[in-house]
Every structure is written in C-alpha cells, then in structure tokens.
C-alpha cells in the first residue's frame, strides 16, 4: 500500500530494514563516525538524529541519546527472553535498532542502537533549507519530494499568531496560518533557482488565498526564505518569473517564521493513502 519504500534496497539492507536483522558489531561503517551533519533513514530519506545526538557507547552500533521530534516509533519487542524496545521510522517503518534507557551512559540516559545499514549520513555542508507556501501541503510535499537533490520534506505551519497550532484551527483561518512544506535539498544537485522555477510553475501564484478548488487564507502562495541570499533570490525570481505571466503575482516573500510540523497523519499523506491527488 501506498509508496514502496524498500524497492531500491540492497539484499543486505532488506535484512535489516525489512526483516528486523542485526548487523555484525563494529561492522558498520557509522559505528565510529563524528562529522556535522544529519543521519537519514536509508530507506525512505526521512531524517532521524541529528549528528550532535551521537555518542560513543562502545557497543559497537551508532548510538544515539535523541531523536529528531516525531521521526521515530517504538513497538515492544518480546522475541527474546528479555523485553526490548523496537524502534523504527515513523515515515516507512523501517527497522532501524533498539532504544535503551537507564545506562546512564549520558544526561538524557537515553541509548537509540542503530544498524548502519539502517541509515545514511547527509554532510551539514550539503544541506539547504527553505520553507514554501503553494496551497494544500498534502500535494506540495507530494511534488518536492519527488524531485531529485530533495532530501527531506514536511508539511506544516508558519507565518501564524499563535504558537503550536492545530490542523483544525488552521483551516477555520483564525491562527493566520499558511500550510507550508519544509524542503531540504542539495544546491549542489537542484539549487536554489532552480527549486523555485519548479515552485512558480505548480501552482498559481496570482491566485489569492486559493488553489485547485481550495480556498482560504492558509492556502496563500509564500516563499518564506532561510538567509538574506535566498531572500535576494527569491525576490529576483519572482520578477523573472512575472515577466512570463499576465496576471500580478500575488506571492510573499518574507524571512522564515518558527515552523511547527503538521500532526503525523498529514506527513506523505497521498502516498500512505494511495492517493494521486488531492481532488480525489
């Protein structure tokens, strides 16, 4: 059901991921591994741990003392004689290890064992980040993250009066809230322009608080920048872009506000529900 995940997975990885193995100790290649950056699912490229969770445990397995918020799930796990704690990724439910606590190996006294073959590190240097607006996220994120040079996209909420938001009370259009998908992508493979050309031509963005049938004031078109040259860009895109186009282009571009992530059901939606499109 939905989007195969596990399709493009090595023999070796599907034992892992898919099958619930374990890799052999200190047979990982992550096991002893200390750049700045982020580690992945290896499956489905959702973002798991940021690299400054990592720490040494010598137990011969990447260890973790935290997560990124929402980006895991825990099931009990009684195949052995003592009780264990599954985890795996939110987004595909790929095996990833176990979670431990009570070592107190660190002040979290949290230990995430993870499989190296379960994940896949992104160097901080290769990642970009911007935050857009282009009617209802279930499509946009849809579309992004099927581009190549996208690593990591998730829907949610910015731009709005109140802190932490409800999808409810963002679609009544009292929070003032835009939907919006949070993209991470590699401006070495897809750059910044080359993101927005993209951007500009899967929406209308001379259409004023509605999109494809949606209407409502979270449903603006929005480019909300990460640094002052995304800004500039952004700016000179839209001019290039509104030369092209009849209609005034009604787009903001504005500095990134805190974005808060859309309750789980939202993430990838049309994939887990084998949907499209929205309109279906």
């Known amino acids: 059901m939905g989007k195969d995940f596990f399709s493009g997975l090595s023999d070796e990885e599907k034992e892992i991921i898919v099958n619930k193995g374990t890799e052999r100790p200190f047979s990982g290649e992550y096991n002893d591994y200390s750049l700045e950056g982020v580690f992945s699912c290896r499956a489905c490229g959702s973002f798991l741990y940021e690299s400054d969770s990592k720490f040494d445990s010598g137990c011969g397995w990447p260890s973790f003392d935290d997560e990124i918020t929402d980006a895991i799930v825990r099931y009990e796990d009684n195949s052995l004689l003592r009780k264990r704690v599954e985890i795996c990724c939110a987004k595909c439910d790929g095996h990833l290890g176990h979670v431990f606590h009570g070592e107190k190996a660190t002040m979290k006294d949290t230990r995430h064992c993870v499989n190296s073959l379960s994940i896949k590190f992104i160097n901080k240097n290769r990642i970009e980040k911007v935050t857009l607006g282009a009617g209802c996220f279930w499509k946009v994120e849809k579309l992004f993250s099927e581009i190549k040079g996208v690593y990591n996209v998730k829907s949610g909420y910015m731009g709005g009066d109140i802190p932490n938001p409800t999808y409810e009370a963002v679609c009544s259009g009292e929070t003032n809230h835009i939907e919006v998908v949070e993209i991470y992508f590699d401006p070495s ?92």
């Not at 001019?239 to 571009?253: A, L, R």
């Not at 504005?254 to 309109?279: I, M, P, R, T, W």
């Open 189 to 280: 493979i897809l750059t910044f322009l080359e993101l927005l050309v993209f951007f500009w031509s899967n929406h209308n963005p001379s259409s004023v608080d509605s999109q494809n049938g949606d209407n409502g004031i979270q449903y603006r078109s929005v480019i909300f920048c990460h640094s002052k040259i995304q800004l500039e860009q952004a700016l000179k895109s839209k001019d290039e872009y509104q030369k092209n186009i009849d209609k005034k282009i009604v787009t903001s571009i504005l500095e990134a506000d805190v974005f808060y992530k859309a309750e789980e059901y939202h993430q990838d939606y049309l994939n887990k529900n084998n949907l499209g499109s929205c309109s279906v």
